[in-house]
């Protein structure tokens, strides 16, 4: 028994902070199976030298339906990008890896009867927003 999920974004490309961000999930069982609910989390990491750090201004987790076979289960969610960022940002290369790289995602998991919830992380881009 497995599930795939498919999430796209609106706008599909990279996005200005300050920018509202549709993330459409959709969901396909090969078989029956319960889904208790469909959580959503949007944020940034950082990686490279020194400490992590991570951010998740945007979690929801909205109600899921029992599910049969090749019927989609359908959900959106909207959020919108902190105007104050930060920013996807891909640091300089060094021979050791990058000073500081900054990483935004989508994360989408869905909590129900498969042997592993199945879940699928989209990469975000955020750019500087125009004044």
């Not at 549709?22 to 940034?44: D, H, Q």
Request: aromatic share 6%.
């Amino acid at each position: 028994m497995s599930c795939e999920i498919e999430v796209t974004l609106e706008p599909a490309g990279p996005v200005a902070a300050g920018t509202e961000v549709r993330v459409l999930v959709k969901a396909i069982s090969t078989e029956p199976a319960r889904c208790r609910y469909v959580r959503c989390a949007a944020g940034w990491t950082t990686s490279g030298r020194g400490d992590p750090d991570s951010d998740h201004p945007f979690k929801k987790r909205v109600p899921g339906e029992e599910m049969q076979p090749a019927v989609p289960l359908e959900r959106e969610f909207r959020f919108t990008v902190p105007e104050s960022g930060p920013v996807t940002y891909r640091g300089l290369r060094f021979s050791r890896g990058s000073l500081i790289n900054i990483d935004w995602s989508i994360r989408v998991q869905l909590d129900g009867s498969w042997p592993t919830d199945p879940e699928q992380t989209v990469p975000l881009v955020v750019q500087p927003r125009s004044i």
